[in-house]
Each structure stands twice: as structure tokens, then as C-alpha cells.
């Protein structure tokens, strides 16, 4: 019977101090969906210690531990290397890991994991999966070319061309900012070499009855981009007023063809 009692007393103090602990939770990360390979980012990881001490933040690609945070030791950063990543010690925390820079071969998940000091020393944790970026190092080729028909009518094909980019790129061509929906396109990939690399082609036509009912200039842009990232080359392909005949002669811009356009999520 007094063994009994003792279990039961034993049992109820287990719960009312399992009830009163203070224990980690609600991690969340901010973290970019997609970085661009060799430059910085941002990495916040948040949580509910409920008043209990911390432990330990530790922050890891897959399995390997790349940044850890020990506020009973000295310096209390600690950046552990791994290949294709380097980190700014001065501008992290018990929060945020800034990088200086990553590379694409480290796309995969990244998690943050928590531990509350004594007595609980519970732990939790939260991942994402994150993008490495690899942009092309051109801007899209644009070549305009002018045919006959079997009907003898004339023909402006427009070729865009896009270069390799990790993850492929998605190619778009607008016509006076107007997007060219896909059913006018047509699309084909070609494997390259023993890199397997992808360029993406686009050929738009367009013919004398199209021109000329057109009276303004006809401008046209290859936009590629992946998640947010772009490089895009513009066309002039009709000035006010030109005609068909003149489009051989159409000048071909390109717009800062190493600068890349879109918003940067790599930082916040």
C-alpha cells in the first residue's frame, strides 16, 4: 500500500513539473526561398524559449553543422567549415547567421535547431529547403532573320536563345512589354556536351500582314529568369512607321548584359 502512495505521489509530481517546464517552441526560420551562388544571405531562426536559459543554437545543410551559438562560452559564435559556405561571425547570433557567401552545390534543406538549458535541456527545431542560384554569364542571344514562305510571303523570325543556368532558366519574350503567350512560340531544348547544359530557343514569326498593320515601333525583349533572378536583352525590331523591308536593318540593343534584374532574395 505505501509503495502504491509513492508511485502515485511520484507519478503527480512528474506531471505538475512536466507542466511547469519550460521548454523550447514556435522555432520558425526566415530564410530566402533562393540565394544567387557566391553572394551573401541572411538566415533568422526564431523561437519561444518560455523563459527558460538557452543552451544552444545550432545550425545545420542536411546533417553537417556549419554555425553554432553557446552563450556560456567564449566568443559565444562558432562557425564549424564546410566547403561553399563562408560566414560573417561579427554579424551573427543567437538569431541570425549572415553569410558572406554560398555556392550552388549547397542547395537543400537547412535547419536551425534550439536547446533550452537545465533542467529540461528540451530541444526543437525547424528546416526549409533553400535554391542556390547559378545565372547564366551572358545575357539571352537574340538573332532576327528574315524568310519567304511557300506562299511568297515574307517571314520575321525572331531566335532567343538562353545559356545555362542551375536551376534551367524559364525563357519569356514580351512585344512592347506585352507578354507572347506560349501557343505563338515555339520551344525546344538541346543537350550540350558532357555538361549536359540546356539552351532554351524561342522562335517567334511574324509576317507582312502582321507589320503592317502595325503603326508604331515594335520593340522586343528576351527575358530569362529563374525564381526572381532575370538577365534580359533588348530588340528594336520596327522603328515608327518602318515597314517589313527595313527589318534587316533593325538594330539590336542589349540592355547591360551582365547585370542581372530582379529583386535580390538573398538578403532582407
Not at 217 to 228: G, T
Amino acid at each position: 500500500m505505501e509503495a502504491a502512495k509513492y508511485l502515485i505521489f511520484f507519478a503527480l509530481e512528474l506531471l505538475l513539473f512536466t507542466q511547469r517546464c519550460m521548454c523550447v517552441r514556435d522555432v520558425r526560420l526566415m530564410l530566402p526561398t533562393a540565394v544567387m551562388s557566391g553572394h551573401g544571405a541572411k538566415f533568422i531562426c526564431l523561437y519561444d524559449l518560455q523563459e527558460a536559459p538557452l543552451y544552444s543554437v545550432k545550425w545545420y545543410r542536411g546533417q553537417r553543422e556549419f554555425y553554432r551559438y553557446l552563450p556560456q562560452e567564449n566568443p559565444p559564435m562558432k562557425f564549424i567549415p564546410i566547403p561553399g559556405i563562408d560566414i560573417d561571425l561579427y554579424k551573427s547570433d543567437a538569431n541570425e547567421v549572415r553569410l558572406r557567401e554560398i555556392h550552388s552545390d549547397l542547395t537543400g534543406v537547412f535547419s536551425c535547431e534550439v536547446t533550452a538549458d537545465a533542467p529540461s535541456f528540451r530541444t526543437a527545431s525547424a528546416s526549409k529547403n533553400i535554391t542556390i542560384v547559378e545565372m547564366p554569364n551572358l545575357a539571352p542571344n537574340v538573332t532576327v532573320e528574315k524568310s519567304l514562305s511557300d506562299e511568297g510571303l515574307s517571314i520575321i523570325s525572331v531566335n532567343c536563345t538562353n545559356f545555362y543556368s542551375k536551376p534551367p532558366g524559364k525563357l519569356s519574350i514580351f512585344l512592347n512589354e506585352e507578354p507572347v503567350k506560349e501557343k505563338d512560340l515555339e520551344k525546344f531544348t538541346v543537350p550540350l556536351d558532357k555538361f549536359n547544359v540546356e539552351v532554351v530557343r524561342l522562335n517567334l514569326t511574324l509576317t507582312d500582314e502582321q507589320l503592317n498593320n502595325m503603326n508604331f515601333s515594335l520593340r522586343l525583349k528576351c527575358v530569362s529568369s529563374v525564381f526572381s533572378f532575370t538577365r534580359m536583352t533588348e530588340v528594336l525590331l520596327i522603328e515608327q512607321r518602318l515597314r517589313s523591308e527595313s527589318i534587316l536593318a533593325a538594330m539590336e540593343e542589349s540592355r547591360a548584359p551582365n547585370l542581372i534584374r530582379g529583386v535580390d532574395v538573398s538578403l532582407y
